[in-house]
């Protein structure tokens, strides 16, 4: 096998346009195991004021924070994955094209999962932001009704 220095250039180059979606997977990432942080830290409080005593108030909300945290963890398995997914299209493709080998199918069936990984995760993000959401209006509405107000 005898590379030149063009060919290598032309692989790093074929290889190069998939880190960008890498890049972007990443900071999704960053934002979504951010998102279940904060989740984490209120459910621990919760836990906390519920064992000093029963509160319906309370509980509602951690069974919400449940949810969006099982959410939250899908989205992150789903990114990941699709993470993984195109680090194994980059690797396929400086391989396929430095060693001469047609992996074109795997490729593009690699690429594709990546896809639906990603597709799949904002689906669970967007979710778990609609839950979120929801649970404030309620909150906001029940505050109004009784005439509070909540900081």
Avoid: W
């Amino acid at each position: 096998m005898n590379i030149q220095i063009s060919d290598i250039g032309h692989m790093i180059q074929l290889a190069i346009a998939p880190v960008f979606l890498l890049t972007g997977v990443a900071t999704k990432l960053t934002v979504l195991t951010n998102r279940l942080a904060r989740i984490i830290d209120r459910t621990r409080v919760l836990e906390d004021r519920l064992r000093i005593g029963p509160n319906d108030e309370y509980t509602e909300e951690l069974e919400t924070l449940y949810t969006r945290s099982h959410l939250i963890n899908y989205a992150i398995t789903s990114s990941t994955a699709c993470g993984f997914l195109v680090c194994l299209v980059i690797a396929m493709l400086f391989l396929g094209d430095s060693a001469n080998i047609k992996l074109d199918q795997y490729i593009a069936a690699s690429f594709v999962l990546a896809m639906f990984g990603l597709i799949f995760s904002f689906v669970f993000f967007l979710r778990e932001i609609f839950i979120s959401s929801r649970f404030m209006r309620m909150r906001h509405d029940v505050s109004l009704a009784t005439g509070e107000r909540r900081t």
